[in-house]
């Protein structure tokens, strides 16, 4: 099964999450349509068609991404761009903190959910999956591990006494309770009813 980007840390993610799919990424010679979409299923939705016509063979895409209640649910679908096309990490990361500190006036803290939304394109058509989690930015970004918001992330899901940062959870803790964990887990279920 093809995974429609050449994300190597959404690959491996997935991989970890989805062993048995086999996931491979997008072939060098497809290239990936602009996301054009105004929410994450569209965006999803975007590329996996484009990856299934130009493959024929059956196809997941994810789109996800950060939304921080204090600032209206951004940075959402443009979370991989938030700091202008081409940003890195730490530039996107430094955007929001930088946002939201003026949004709470001064305070870089907030609620906030990573959202996951997973298309399958295969034979028998289209399926969305969404997945979240909820937690919230924290002012110190901490951990190496993971990517994008990672670092400044506190997940819910590990017990208000868990201060820890998605980036400071192993992978295995991590992809238990990730957004894009969620979404995989019920993309998984449904491949095994199929």
């Known amino acids: 099964m093809i995974l429609a980007t050449r994300n190597l840390h959404k690959v491996r993610e997935l991989d970890e999450i989805l062993p048995a799919a086999g996931l491979r990424p997008l072939p060098d010679e497809v290239e990936s349509p602009p996301e054009t979409g105004v929410t994450f299923e569209e965006n ?116 208000p006494d868990d201060q820890r940062t998605m980036a400071e959870l192993s992978p295995e803790e991590k992809n238990a309770i990730s957004h894009r964990g969620a979404a995989a887990q019920q993309l998984a279920d449904h491949l095994a009813d199929v």
Do not use: M, W
Not at 60 to 74: C, F, H, K, P, Q
Not at 87 to 103: F, I
Not at 119 to 146: K, M, W
């Open 44 to 159: 999803a939705l975007i590329k996996a068609r484009s990856a299934r016509e130009a493959t024929g063979e059956a196809v997941i895409a994810d789109d996800s991404g950060l939304e921080v209640d204090a600032l209206g649910g951004r940075p959402g679908v443009y979370s991989a761009r938030y700091a202008g096309e081409g940003a890195t990490d730490g530039e996107n990361l430094g955007k929001v903190l930088s946002d939201l500190a003026a949004a709470n006036g001064g305070d870089q803290s907030g609620s906030a959910r990573y959202v996951c939304v997973i298309a399958l394109v295969d034979d028998s058509g289209e399926h969305l999956f969404r997945g979240t989690c909820e937690g919230r930015i924290v002012r110190q970004p901490r951990g190496d591990g993971g990517f994008g918001y990672d670092p400044a992330f506190v997940p819910d899901a590990t017990g």
